[in-house]
């Protein structure tokens, strides 16, 4: 057993970094064209050279003497995926899939196999599926993607005895033998709150969507902030499309109380006619309010144009960004926030961009595409399958091995699993730029320096 995240992999960068270099000799191709319900993808074959694939007629359940033992290190390990591979939802489950290909390649034995399985991103597909998944003698399911399928599926998968590593984001759906995988919305706040409270920030601000997930990250903000020694000044919320937005930032910069102090301040000061009074009041000319805003960061939990929109209204209902430290979530990692001169200098989290950046290169040489958003948790799953199976122990998946406090490192970092099956995951801490981002800490590469 690997006893912490930087041995994870055998060493996690040193095997990536050769697989790199191992799938690079390889020819490209297209990724791949909609797969059959169900099937069993033969380990270690390359992504561009895959194996044949078995239709669902083909499998049958497997036997009991199959399942790999102490006693018994040869025998085969049947790992299912469970992704839509069909449906509005095809093109998240195909990008799983490649990655997970890559991952089997880079990462797999002859004694692993995966077997893949057409959820069609629906509960009653989900169900389906995991019905084949058992019946054909799988020990540990990865995915679905959606909380509906996963909640459908539970049940099943826990009579049977079978952990479910899966990809939601919802943390309403792990435990009962369910680890979530996904980036969580409450690690990716107890990052930024930690990092923010670090750098001498106490007073907090929310300006968030009246969405599920901003009210998530609110509730996270209110939970964590006060817990860290800071203080939660206000939480405000604006309808999602935003026809509201500028009145509710308004009230968050208490503009026109502001307006008015610098007014009655104004007319004090015009009423004297000594020397010092009329510097102040010249003084006075170049400001728009008078006093500071009761927060000195604000979590902003949007995206696109609508985050571009919020951040520019600060400034103009006279919230200093230079003073106020804007913090964002995942949401924020797009290309060219530089732009919009309010959101320079701004922080959020994110995976650690190196190794990120080796499996999307490694993912786009296989498959001649960028991954998909959620094909690095495919890579991640497939590759912490294949890492438990070469322990050898007769139940290589079972809930303390998954558990293991030490943690993995995978393609986004190192991350563990708690006894509840929620994740805990390293970010490292990106900066808005003018031209783009920097990284401004690195993420940790061993859960003794991440404040857990």
């Known amino acids: 057993m690997f006893k912490n995240a930087r041995s994870l ?3 996690a960068v040193a095997i ?8 690079a000799d390889l020819a490209p191709s297209q990724p791949a064209a909609k797969a059959p319900t169900t099937k069993d993808v033969a380990s270690p074959a390359s992504p561009r050279q895959n194996a044949p694939l078995i239709g669902a007629s083909a499998l049958t359940p497997a036997p009991t003497s199959a399942v790999g033992t102490a006693s018994d290190p040869d025998a085969t390990v049947r790992v299912g995926l469970l992704v839509p591979l069909s449906g509005p939802a ?5 990008g799983i899939l490649n990655a997970a290909q890559v991952a089997l390649f880079e990462m797999g034995d002859e004694h692993l196999v995966l077997q893949v399985y057409d959820t069609q991103g629906t509960p009653d597909g989900a169900v389906s599926a995991v019905t084949k998944a058992v019946a054909q003698g799988v020990q540990l399911i990865l995915g679905p993607v959606f909380a509906g399928e996963i909640k459908a599926i539970t049940p099943q998968a826990q009579a049977a005895g079978i952990n479910v590593v899966a990809f939601s984001t919802d943390p309403g759906v792990a435990g009962n033998n369910v680890f979530v995988l996904s980036f969580l919305v409450e690690a990716q706040v107890r990052e930024m709150v930690a990092y923010a409270r670090s750098k001498g920030l106490s007073r907090f601000a929310v300006l968030a969507p009246d969405t599920i997930y901003g009210q998530t990250v609110a509730d996270t903000v209110r939970t964590l902030v006060p817990a860290g020694g800071g203080e939660v000044k206000q939480v405000v919320y604006y309808d999602p499309n935003g026809h ?14 502001r307006r008015t102090a610098l007014t009655q301040e104004r007319n004090s000061l015009s009423s ?5 009074s009329q510097l102040a009041l010249k003084r006075l000319e170049q400001l728009e309010t008078l006093g500071d805003v009761d927060f000195d960061a604000i979590f902003i939990p949007e995206q696109g144009a609508r985050l571009t929109q919020a951040a520019t209204l600060l400034p103009f209902f006279d919230i200093d960004t230079s003073r106020v ?6 949401l924020w990692a797009t290309r ?3 732009r919009e001169p309010a959101l320079v200098g701004g922080l959020y989290p994110a995976p650690a961009p190196e190794t990120s950046r080796d499996f999307a290169n490694r993912y786009r040489q296989s498959f001649g595409a960028a991954p998909g958003p959620l094909a690095n948790h495919g890579y991640d799953a497939v590759a912490l399958a294949a890492v438990l199976t070469r322990t050898g122990r007769a139940d290589p998946f079972r809930a303390t091995a998954l558990s293991d406090v030490s943690g993995f490192s995978g393609v986004d970092g190192i991350f563990r699993f708690r006894a509840n099956g929620l994740s805990e995951r390293s970010f490292a801490i990106m900066q808005i730029t003018r031209d783009g981002t920097e990284v401004v800490r690195a993420a940790p590469t061993a859960f003794e320096d991440v404040g857990f």
């Open 9 to 11: 992999f055998v060493s």
């Open 16 to 23: 990536l970094s050769l697989a790199a270099c191992a799938s």
């Open 90 to 94: 095809q093109p998240t489950g195909q």
């Open 244 to 257: 509201n937005l500028e009145d509710v930032v308004r009230r968050l910069a208490d503009y026109d109380k």
């Open 272 to 276: 004297s006619q000594d020397e010092a």
């Open 325 to 330: 430290q804007l913090l964002g979530t995942m």
């Open 336 to 338: 060219g926030l530089g």
